[in-house]
């Protein structure tokens, strides 16, 4: 992601420009995305470049809804394993 490179060249306005664009379009000629894996990397993304600049309310928003995002892809609402409990066989 173009984003993350930008990021990484400590360039935090080309960046949160690409992130905006991962975390909410739909329409990928535009940089946007249908994945809710790369959904929710730009809005991670989103969040670190708000707080580094100095954003911090924001950035909680941003960093909130990618968590939920993560919580609503992944299977957390099943019962653990006997495994996962400490159990080990």
């Given at each position: 992601?173009?984003a ?29 995305n ?7 990397r730009?809005?991670r993304?989103?969040?670190?470049c ?33 495994r ?6």
């Amino acid at each position: 992601m173009i984003a993350l490179l930008y990021e990484k060249l400590n360039r935090v306005d080309e960046a949160l420009e690409w992130a905006e664009r991962v975390a909410t379009l739909d329409d990928p000629a535009k940089g946007g995305n249908l994945a809710l894996v790369a959904r929710m990397r730009g809005l991670r993304l989103q969040g670190r470049c708000l707080a580094a600049k100095g954003q911090k309310a924001e950035a909680e928003a941003a960093l909130t809804s990618a968590a939920e995002h993560l919580a609503s892809t992944c299977a957390c609402s099943r019962q653990p394993t006997a495994r996962a409990k400490g159990w080990r066989g």
